[in-house]
């Protein structure tokens, strides 16, 4: 069973379906008790950092994704959820999950494309990527963020695009993995992914 | 590298689509999750659901469309059509909607840019606007379906409507829209440079060629288009493959294969 951190706000609806496509039972959490009956957890992302901060911490969820996750359960964080991963945004003000060591930082004013970052762009697997498997090294997926991570350990960077700068929209550390883009929107890689995010 | 997209409109009514698809079998013509899998299937890149039912029940049965859309495809997308509050926006999102598209409201109480964008993230706030030629280089906002005159300048609205939050502009020329003349291209190049969120283009298109146009010469990152996908003047592989010969990035799953 797959828990989905449910913020009451935004589409969440796509990913629930996504799961339920690929025969995964899926819960709802808005309470860490919840959370510690699933096997698997799927951040989403929606609206801006500070309210999703401040939504975990109102809900004490923040610390309780972090015991989770330190105890191995495997945690997919999508577009927003990514960046909450990490230590602080140029976004908002709370830190974040701390998960990764690293920030977000909005796109550079001087790159001469529109922002937000809007539409089917490609990824660009590297060869560790367990996420990927079976996809393309070079697909398209659906992105829509002003804002990416700078990951301080790039190792953890298992996948790029580029969008007049190059930046991390895939990270993967153990249980924990990132996707910038997001694969329920994303046709058939993004339902690949998904599935292999269920074999981890 | 970001790709340009084409993105198809189906107006619908009562839940049911009436501007879409011709197919020969009408049974299924108004069948909003079937129009939208034949789009999604053909390489649509989003659709837009226009919603132009008046009644009382419009809430519910726009709810109940877009929760059998998203159940059935996995490609973004999002519904317009006489939003006006913030409710309104929750109740689509949370059934599965993507985006949502503002108009009138957007002019009549522009806060909903503002308050959406902080509540559900820039990215879900389309804001549309038609545009109609007044004089050299000057355009007006129009409302209620382009009858209205605003008095309001596109420029200075476009501009307004990115300080306050938008995360796209879905820009029509109401001169342009219906003639398969082409688009307006000077409306096009002179919104595209003031602002920095992208513009999707419509209104106009009559051939592959104009499609060209408005995303090189107008800088437009999409194109929305009704008739001319449903009456089959052209399909989106068309398109694509045209595109995609004039060296104009495009999505083909087709490409992805030969490159892994």
Redesign the interface.
């Known amino acids: 069973m797959t828990g989905i951190i449910h913020y009451g706000a935004g589409n969440i609806f796509s990913i629930i379906n996504c799961l339920d496509r690929c025969g995964e039972r899926v819960l709802m959490i808005s309470h860490p008790d919840r959370l510690k009956k699933v096997e698997r957890i799927v951040l989403p992302g929606v609206g801006a950092f500070d309210r999703g901060i401040e939504y975990l911490k109102k809900t004490c969820l923040y610390q309780a994704l972090k015991d989770e996750s330190e105890k191995g359960k495997p945690i997919l964080g999508i577009c927003l959820g990514l960046q909450m991963f990490f230590e602080e945004s140029e976004e908002g003000k709370q830190n974040g999950l701390g998960l990764l060591p690293g920030f977000v930082r909005k796109f550079p004013k001087e790159i001469k494309f529109p922002v937000p970052h809007m539409g089917w762009n490609t990824v660009r697997f590297y060869r560790n990527s367990r996420i990927s498997n079976k996809i393309p090294a070079k697909s398209s997926f659906y992105f829509a963020h002003s804002f990416y991570a700078i990951p301080q350990d790039k190792k953890i960077i298992s996948g790029t695009t580029t969008y007049g700068i190059k930046f991390a929209s895939v990270v993967e550390k153990n249980n924990i993995i990132g996707v910038q883009f997001h694969p329920e929107k994303s046709a058939k890689n993004g339902f690949i992914l998904i599935q292999n995010f269920l074999k981890i | ?5 084409i993105i198809p409109c189906l107006d619908v009514k009562n839940g049911k689509v009436v501007k879409g698809i011709h197919f020969e079998n009408l049974k299924d013509a108004g069948d909003p999750v079937i129009q939208a899998k034949y789009y ?1 299937d053909e390489g649509a ?1 989003e659709l837009v659901f226009l919603d132009i039912s008046a009644t009382i029940e419009k809430r519910k049965t726009i709810k109940n469309l877009v ?1 059998d859309v ?2 059935n495809i ?3 997308f999002t519904v317009g059509g006489g939003i006006g509050s913030i409710k309104d926006i ?1 109740i689509l ?6 985006k949502v598209s503002i108009n009138t409201c957007a002019i009549k109480n522009p806060d909903i840019i503002y308050n959406g964008a ?7 706030i389309v804001i549309a606007i038609d545009a109609k030629r007044i004089a050299k280089k000057t355009w007006q906002v129009y409302i209620e379906s382009g009858k209205i005159p605003t008095g309001i300048d596109v420029k200075n609205w476009a501009k307004k409507v990115e300080e306050l939050g938008a ?2 502009i879905l820009l029509t020329s109401i001169d342009a829209d219906g003639t398969m003349n082409g688009y307006d291209i000077e409306l096009m190049r002179c919104i595209t440079k003031i ?5 999707i283009a419509s209104g106009g298109a009559g051939k592959l060629q104009h499609l060209y146009d408005v995303l090189t010469l107008g800088n437009a ?2 194109v929305l288009l009704a008739s001319l996908l449903h009456y089959r003047m052209l399909t989106i592989k068309d398109i694509k493959n045209f595109l995609f010969r004039k060296k104009i990035p495009v ?1 083909l ?1 087709k490409n ?2 030969t ?2």
């Open positions: 590298m970001l790709t340009k997209r999604s890149d929760r998203a159940s996995s490609i973004p929750l999102l949370e059934n599965g909607a993507d902080k509540m559900f993230g820039s990215q879900c995360g796209e602002v920095k969120i992208p513009v990152s999409a999505r799953e992805e294969n490159c892994s």
